[in-house]
């Protein structure tokens, strides 16, 4: 069998709430040994986060830290600090989200842990990057606010909204684990370790996409539109008789397969429709014609006739409907990790060759201190 494409590789968590754990869990997903340093007592803050919560911790907590083992190291203790340099020294990356300048009072600071380890990739994620706004503890939340996230989120410029997931926090657990792959493909040329840097701030915006390129060529903030698309119609959400359904007509072509599914096709040919351009111009007008037609039916008979007619479309559901829909589609959108711990949203991304380690329960509090303090006196390479 083909090893995980991190087999080997011991990363030191140094990190806690979200974008960081994320990070790591998707090394460990990819086979690598992932040890999770937490302060004794409390651990990483999400183990509070709740409710809900399962049997033995926060649902928040168990997120984004499975597969991982967890030690408890007191770094104002000297021989627990002693215990944590050796872990930098052993260990192949390290991943911390502390205010910039904390761990160097312990010795583990980028230039200190090079020093003890040159071959060590060293990832850090912040708030607002290490410079000017070092200081600025980073919230999800207060990103969404000032990074303009929430500026193009809800129904109109007085109501701004964030998302309903800690959105940034995702992207930049996702840009971490890219920028450690890229700094592991590196070190395999070079020999040589570096220091990765995300901040939450330069994730967000550098996932703004078309919004962030519509400011940067008009010089006009984007405003927001709810469920609309700034440049596409329809492109949003419809009422019908029941619910609602998302349309997405991305081309002329697809507007025409939907104006004949509704039994509208001269919309197609009409001069306020019949190009993309001159649907948003006139969008409210379309909209008030199309949902005339669907408000005669319920969503589930519009989508069954608009995906016939090859028109991108679904009916909004929930998240316990999108699970629903993910099995029915046969993409096993989850994993079994043992009693007392719900199913794991399984790794994203299939492979035709590396294998995925199956996820195992997010470890309790200093589980593993006996395992990994008995490793870090012994001269062993793992775990």
């Known amino acids: 069998m083909t090893a995980a494409p991190l087999d080997g590789i011991l990363v030191a968590d ?5 974008a960081g754990p994320m990070a790591t869990a998707l090394l460990a997903d990819l086979g ?9 007592g409390t651990g990483d803050d999400t183990r509070a986060w709740g409710p ?7 649902a928040y907590f168990e997120s984004a830290n499975r597969t991982k083992r967890s030690v408890t190291l007191d770094l104002r203790d000297a021989h627990d600090l002693r215990l944590a340099h050796e872990l930098v020294r052993r260990a192949d990356v390290l991943v911390e989200n502390f205010r910039t300048g904390t761990l160097d009072r312990y010795g583990l600071g980028w230039d200190q842990a090079a020093a003890l380890n040159p071959a060590l990739v060293y990832c850090s994620l912040t708030g607002y990057g290490s410079g000017a706004g070092a200081s600025l503890p980073g919230y999800d939340f207060v990103i969404q606010a000032v990074g303009g996230l929430m500026s193009i989120t809800g129904p109109d410029a007085d109501h701004p909204h964030k998302v309903g997931v800690a959105l940034v926090d995702v992207l930049t657990g996702k840009d ?14 070079t020999g040589v370790g570096e220091h990765v840097e995300v901040s939450l701030l330069t994730s967000l915006l550098g996932s703004l996409a078309n919004q962030a390129s519509n400011w940067l060529t008009t010089g006009r ?16 959400t419809l009422h019908c008789a029941d619910g609602l359904i998302a349309v997405a007509c991305g081309n002329d072509g697809q507007f025409r397969k939907m104006a004949a599914a509704l039994g509208r096709v001269e919309l197609a040919d009409d001069v306020r429709f019949c190009t993309n351009a001159v649907r948003v111009q006139h969008r409210d007008v379309l909209v008030a014609i199309l949902e005339e037609v669907l408000l005669t039916r319920d969503a589930q008979h519009w989508y069954q006739l608009l995906v016939a007619a090859d028109v991108p479309v679904g009916v909004v559901g929930d998240i316990g ?12 959108p989850t994993r079994e990790v043992g009693a007392g711990h719900p199913p794991q949203v399984r790794h ?3 492979y035709s060759h590396s294998q995925v380690v199956p996820p195992a329960a997010p470890p309790g509090l200093g589980e593993h201190n006996d395992q990994i303090r008995r490793w870090l006196a012994e001269d062993r390479r793992t775990p």
């Open 14 to 18: 140094f990190s806690r709430v979200l």
């Open 32 to 40: 690598a040994t992932v040890v999770k340093v937490e302060r004794p």
């Open 52 to 58: 809900p919560w399962t049997e033995t911790t926060s």
């Open 176 to 189: 971490a684990a890219i920028g450690i792959l890229a700094a592991l493909a590196h070190r395999a040329r």
């Open 221 to 236: 903030p984007p405003a927001p539109l709810g469920n609309r698309h700034p440049s596409i119609a329809p492109y949003e």
């Open 321 to 332: 409907s999108a699970f629903e829909l993910a099995d029915r589609l046969g993409l096993d």
């Open 348 to 350: 994203p991304i299939t």
